[in-house]
């Protein structure tokens, strides 16, 4: 892990890159190396909060993987792109046997504080 953590010049915040594109990131993503790099990042950093960045949920498995390895989940909703039937079905598949905190970020609107408007298929934000 030492030789691919990438230090930054903010305190306690390091990246850890994904690398290249693999046409088995599935697999190695529940392999039993995975699990013990993880293992290793939770172990070494404990005072720290490891962020995964995934691809969009329907669009490959990894981030369903990833998923199964988080405490908790931030799911990212680009607004006037994604459709609310869209961020069901991704929901309802990552939480599928899952007891884990999900939240939602919204991002991308042109909602300014204070301003409530309708945003179609969401409802209300303001």
Do not use: W
């Not at 799911?75 to 961020?87: P, Q």
């Amino acid at each position: 892990l030492a030789d691919v953590i990438i230090s930054t010049d903010v305190p306690n915040f390091s990246i850890l890159p994904a690398g290249q594109r693999h046409a088995c990131a599935a697999e190695l993503l529940t392999s039993n190396r995975m699990n013990s790099v993880l293992a290793e990042l939770v172990s070494r950093y404990s005072n720290r909060v490891i962020l995964f960045d995934a691809p969009p949920v329907l669009a490959t498995p990894e981030a369903q993987i990833l998923c199964s390895a988080a405490g908790q989940i931030v799911f990212v909703v680009e607004a006037a792109r994604t459709s609310r039937a869209t961020v069901e079905q991704a929901l309802d598949l990552i939480a599928e046997g899952m007891e884990k905190p999900i939240g939602l970020l919204f991002n991308k609107s042109h909602s300014y504080p204070g301003l409530r408007h309708n945003t179609g298929d969401y409802g209300y934000y303001g």
